[in-house]
């Protein structure tokens, strides 16, 4: 406890937080209309609601965070149980020592309520990364390698995530087609799985620089020399870093996140202004609302009874869904009708010419259909 606790600490502590913590949510709310609603619902839905489980999803696997850690931290991750071992836990001698020990304590506690969460995310451990990069400079700030058998190790298994990674990126575009069938329903929130997808020439280059990381992560390890270890595992961790954003993410995107956006656009072009966007059985809200610039509201597939009613209620007049939950209501019977594709999203509205299920009240005037673009 007195590692964390000091009394003449809380006061500019407290300052801190307020300054630096707090200073974008209360910028938020004095000079946008809605933001101090934003920040309500972050806190207590996002924060609050997620961790007493009142948003809580399918349960994860016990080890997601650590999956996370591995292939978000690569190729340090392995060097974290070396860099445990090695750490100034008792020592205050070492310069920095009392802040190695905070920031690691920090990560710890993130790594902890991550994991307890009800609904896990892989942005929750963003936290912890400073603390857990920290322990790994503290474990290279050394001259020499004194026992080479157990740095070689971590360097290896490095080396061998970043070939298996490689490898799995290469025979991915021919894997694709049969991604629908082996994750069955777990697919079906995903519809580019359904569909044709081209790769094209620009996604082989990050197969090969996975694996030529890797080569060069061997042969460092096999010099037993501390300085081309660190340098050869910090160029590999920037190469991996911008494969990632520049060449693997651009696909994702194309594939599963630019449809539904072009789609979101066209929503709000066939919606009035202030009016809802129906998501039926679909991820991706905060992007709608993103693209879209219109609230968003959910509608369950358990509830598809109701679903005309809830357009009603809400005011939306235009919903998304996959094609996959849209060619099931149709065989329902719920009266939609579909505006526009795109690569298995499907923009729809309701059809009011027809009556709702169990409801023999008169229906409004049909809402006019956006053309197709």
């Given amino acids: 406890p007195a590692i964390i606790f000091r009394r003449r600490w809380f006061f500019p502590g407290a300052v801190i937080i307020i300054v630096i913590g707090l200073s974008w949510y209360l910028s938020l709310g004095f000079l946008h209309s809605e933001g101090f609603k934003f920040s309500r619902e972050l806190f207590l839905e996002q924060y609050v609601g997620r961790f007493s489980g009142m948003m809580a999803g399918p349960p994860g696997h016990i080890f997601y965070y650590l999956i996370i850690l591995l292939v978000g931290f690569m190729p340090w991750f392995s060097f974290l149980p070396l860099a445990v071992v090695h750490a100034p836990w008792r020592s205050g001698k070492e310069p920095g020592a009392r802040f190695l020990r905070l920031f690691v304590i920090c990560s710890f506690i993130v790594f902890l309520f991550s994991f307890l969460s009800p609904s896990q995310r892989p942005g929750d451990m963003l936290p912890a990364l400073p603390g857990l990069a920290l322990m790994l400079a503290g474990l290279f700030n050394r001259r020499e390698i004194k026992h080479p058998l157990f740095w070689r190790t971590p360097g290896y298994l490095s080396a061998?995530?970043?070939?298996?990674?490689?490898?799995?990126?290469?025979?991915?575009?021919?894997?694709?087609?049969?991604?629908?069938?082996?994750?069955?329903?777990?697919?079906?929130?995903?519809?580019?799985l359904f569909e044709p997808v081209h790769f094209g020439f620009s996604w082989w280059p990050a197969p090969l620089l996975f694996v030529l990381c890797a080569i060069f992560m061997v042969r460092a390890c096999r010099r037993d020399n501390i300085e081309k270890l660190?340098?050869?595992?910090?160029?590999s961790s920037f190469i991996f870093s911008a494969s990632l954003f520049y060449l693997v993410l651009p696909h994702y995107d194309r594939i599963f996140a630019a449809p539904l956006a072009r789609l979101a656009i066209q929503a709000a072009e066939g919606s009035t202004d202030g009016a809802k966007i129906m998501v039926y059985e679909l991820d991706g809200r905060p992007s709608i609302n993103f693209v879209s610039?219109?609230?968003?509201?959910?509608?369950?597939?358990?509830?598809?009874?109701?679903?005309?009613?809830?357009?009603?209620?809400?005011?939306?007049?235009?919903?998304l869904t996959t094609a996959y939950y849209f060619e099931r209501?149709?065989?329902?019977?719920?009266?939609?009708?579909?505006?526009?594709?795109?690569?298995g999203f499907v923009l729809f509205r309701p059809d009011?010419?027809?009556?709702?299920?169990?409801?023999?009240?008169?229906?409004?005037?049909?809402?006019?259909?956006?053309p197709e673009q």
């Fill in 230 to 235: 660190f340098e050869t595992l910090l160029v």
């Fill in 293 to 319: 610039g219109h609230q968003t509201v959910s509608h369950h597939e358990q509830d598809y009874q109701q679903l005309t009613e809830h357009f009603r209620q809400t005011g939306a007049s235009v919903g």
């Fill in 160 to 192: 061998l995530l970043a070939f298996a990674l490689g490898i799995l990126l290469a025979a991915l575009p021919f894997i694709f087609p049969y991604l629908a069938d082996l994750l069955g329903e777990n697919g079906r929130k995903a519809p580019a």
């Fill in 329 to 343: 209501l149709r065989n329902r019977g719920v009266a939609v009708i579909e505006m526009s594709r795109d690569t």
């Fill in 352 to 370: 009011s010419t027809e009556p709702v299920p169990g409801d023999s009240a008169s229906t409004p005037p049909a809402i006019p259909a956006v």
